[in-house]
């Protein structure tokens, strides 16, 4: 078995900052590669961000400039740093992450975290 554990999400006001962090523990062998979706009330989940054991990045048009991943392989982390929030980043931010165990693969997700943005 596998977990994701999801912090840094909360309030904060347009043109702050929030940076989340995710956590990958258990039946680990390698993390082929990890990410964030984000799904608003009434829409469906769509990626954010995500980082490839080669350091390689693809990150969405809507934040673009204003949102930076990245990853601590030694640690089993990514870390989504958010910039110039807008209140259309308000949603339920979902970790996901492609890991290979001795034994089988999971596509592994976690809790999700809540970021709103409002002044």
């Known amino acids: 078995q596998v977990q994701l554990v999801e912090s840094g999400g909360g309030l904060v006001q347009p043109g702050g900052s929030l940076r989340l962090s995710c956590a990958a523990s258990?039946?680990?062998?390698?993390?082929?590669?990890m990410g964030w979706y984000r799904q608003a009330p009434g829409k469906e989940r769509e990626l954010v961000a995500r980082?490839?054991?080669?350091?390689?990045?693809n990150i969405a048009d809507s934040v673009k400039g204003r949102f930076t991943i990245s990853r601590d392989i030694a640690k089993n982390t990514v870390y989504l740093q958010m910039n110039s929030l807008k209140p259309d980043d308000t949603a339920v931010y979902f970790c996901?992450?492609?890991?290979?165990?001795?034994?089988?693969?999971?596509?592994?997700w976690g809790q999700g975290t809540q970021v709103t943005v409002s002044s």
């Open positions: 996901n992450a492609f890991i290979q165990s001795y034994w089988t693969v999971y596509d592994a």
């Open positions: 980082i490839t054991d080669d350091d390689i990045t």
């Open positions: 258990g039946d680990i062998f390698r993390i082929n590669h």
